[in-house]
Structure formats: C-alpha cells, structure tokens
C-alpha cells in the first residue's frame, strides 16, 4: 500500500489567500484524522471522520477551517481566509476499526504550510 | 480526562550508549499505549503499541517499551543507540473513541 498520501507537501501563501490540503487515506481505513503541529502546541488534533461522517471537530481552531470528505479515498481541510498564525505542519492520518491493526494511526509525510 | 506527559523535551546521549524516554499517562481504564517517531520532515511512524496482555512489548528498531499500570508509565527503552535513532519520540494514548492523545515529544540528539 502507498501509505496516507498528503499534497501539495509544500504550500507559500500570502495572507487572506485561500488555502486548500489535500489527503488520500489508506484504502480499507474508515477513520482519518486532520492534525495541525506547531512548536508552540506541539500536535494537536482539528478533526476526524468516521465513514466519512464528521465526528469531532472541537479542534478546529475558527471558523476559518473547514474539512471535508466527500468520499473514502479522500478528504480535505480548507482555510479561508489564511493568517500567519496559520504556519504549521498539517498532518493526515488513518485508521481501521477492524483486523490486527485496528485503532493505529498511520501517518501522512505532512503538508508545510507557510503565509506571508 | 487523558493526558500524557513526556517529561523530558531534549535528550542527549553517545551513540552506543542505552536510551530511556520516559512516558505517564492518566486515564481510567487500561489505556492503548503508542510510541512514535518523526524523524526530521516526516511524518510520524509507529514504534510500538500496548493493547493488552505481556506489559513488555517489543517495536521496530530494535525499542521496547514497558507498561507499568502501578507507576501509569509506559517508557521506551533501547539498548543501544544509533546516531540514526536522532530524532523526536511522541508517546500516545488512545481510548474507546478512536481519538489519541500525544504527548509533547521528546527530542532525542544522538553524538558519536
């Protein structure tokens, strides 16, 4: 399997642009999760989906984020309008309930997002 | 509510040299126990996990981790350290809603 997949890996935006990160779970998990980490507040979880339903996005820091997943294979989390204060690492993550690796997060390689 | 606490933000050790990175945690029940690594641009990786049974578990490169219900502590250890184990260590516990709860990290510099 190709792992979660995260794009773009990189993204430099000027502030009040719109920001759009993508992420491709791994076929067969039906949990995926949004996380944001900084140096200041280390990892934080925005929000999770199960079956592609929105179960907790208490994390979600304003209205400014919005995350979706139209279907299982992929999902985004948006930010409109940007703010500096949004630079981080935005991580993707899945899992499955079921089978021997039930409830391991594996992890995307993470989109860097810097605005100016 | 959980938490998890990695008390130790920087490490520093020879290579060769053993590895303790210390873990707690606070939840009610028996917890599942995680430790990650995310090596420098990268994302995290799964070291080991704790569901139930021997308290001793056994991870990729060559880590273990040992849970102590009594002490609520799940430490990684390693025998002997390799310049490429340099990087920041994520202990992690989980519960029956799926979510996981990450501690802060420990970075762990390694000199030769």
């Known amino acids: 399997d190709a792992g979660v997949i995260q794009s773009p890996r990189h993204e430099v935006t000027e502030m009040g642009q719109e920001v759009t990160l993508r992420c491709k779970p791994i076929s067969g998990h039906d949990y995926l999760f949004w996380y944001r980490q900084t140096m200041m507040r280390g990892l934080e979880l925005l929000i999770y989906?199960?079956?592609?339903?929105?179960?907790?996005d208490s994390g979600m820091p304003e209205d400014r984020f919005s995350a979706k997943m139209p279907n299982a294979s992929f999902s985004t989390l948006k930010i409109q309008p940007s703010e500096p204060r949004d630079s981080a690492v935005y991580f993707c993550?899945?899992?499955?309930?079921?089978?021997?690796?039930?409830?391991?997060?594996?992890f995307g390689a993470g989109t860097r997002l810097s605005v100016l | 509510a959980q938490s998890v606490t990695q008390p130790d933000i920087h490490i520093t050790v020879s290579e060769g040299a053993s590895l303790e990175l210390r873990c707690n945690y606070s939840?009610?029940?028996?917890?599942?126990l995680f430790w990650y690594v995310q090596s420098p641009g990268q994302g995290l990786q799964l070291l080991l996990k704790?569901?139930?049974?021997?308290?001793l578990v056994q991870g990729i490169k060559g880590f273990e981790a040992e849970f102590k219900r009594s002490q609520s502590s799940f430490n990684l250890r390693k025998p002997s350290v390799h310049w490429s184990d340099a990087a920041e260590y994520f202990c992690a516990v989980g519960d029956n809603t799926d979510k996981l709860i990450f501690g802060t990290g420990t970075r762990l510099q390694v000199f030769p």
């Open positions: 989906f199960n079956n592609n339903v929105p179960i907790d």
């Open positions: 939840y009610g029940a028996t917890p599942y």
């Open positions: 993550a899945s899992s499955r309930t079921r089978g021997s690796a039930k409830n391991i997060q594996y």
């Open positions: 704790y569901f139930s049974g021997d308290t």
